[in-house]
Nanobody, 129 residues
Framework: EVQLQASGGGSVQPGGSLTLSCTIS????????IGWFRQAPGKEREGVFC????????YAGDSVRGRFAVASDSAKNTVYLQMNNLEPEDTAEYYC??????????????????????WGKGTQVTVSS
């Protein structure tokens, strides 16, 4: 069974940086599309980044493009979400998720689709003065 755990959240000031980790068990991330999503109170779940095919396909949501990036460590079977120049609007619960279905072969699907088969528990990111 694929299991994921997001960690690394916390409170930072605007303009700061934070790196979240998604540790995967039950499969290697190379066999999966890994998605990072966030949801703030009163808002819909938003796809922020996708990492698929061992990085052969990636996608960043419009709201984070140029500020967020993904890295990976195969030895730790972990995918990281590197968040830079954080803004108060980035405050949300962040989740990592995974899917092996063909629809997720190309990460551009995140632009219009946000359903994945495996979800980890979220980690809270708060950006405030």
């Amino acid at each position: 069974e694929v299991q994921l755990q997001a960690s690394g959240g916390g409170s930072v000031q605007p303009g700061g940086s934070l790196t979240l980790s998604c540790t995967i068990s039950g499969a290697t991330f190379g066999d999966l599309a890994i998605g990072w999503f966030r949801q703030a109170p009163g808002k819909e779940r938003e796809g922020v980044f996708c990492f698929s095919g061992e990085g052969s396909s990636t996608y960043a949501g419009d709201s984070v493009r140029g500020r967020f990036a993904v890295a990976s460590d195969s030895a730790k079977n972990t995918v990281y979400l590197q968040m830079n120049n954080l803004e108060p609007e980035d405050t949300a619960e962040y989740y990592c998720a995974a899917d092996s279905r063909p629809i997720w072969k190309y990460c551009s699907v995140m632009a219009y689709y946000s359903e994945m088969n495996h979800w980890g528990k979220g980690t809270q990111v708060t950006v405030s003065s």
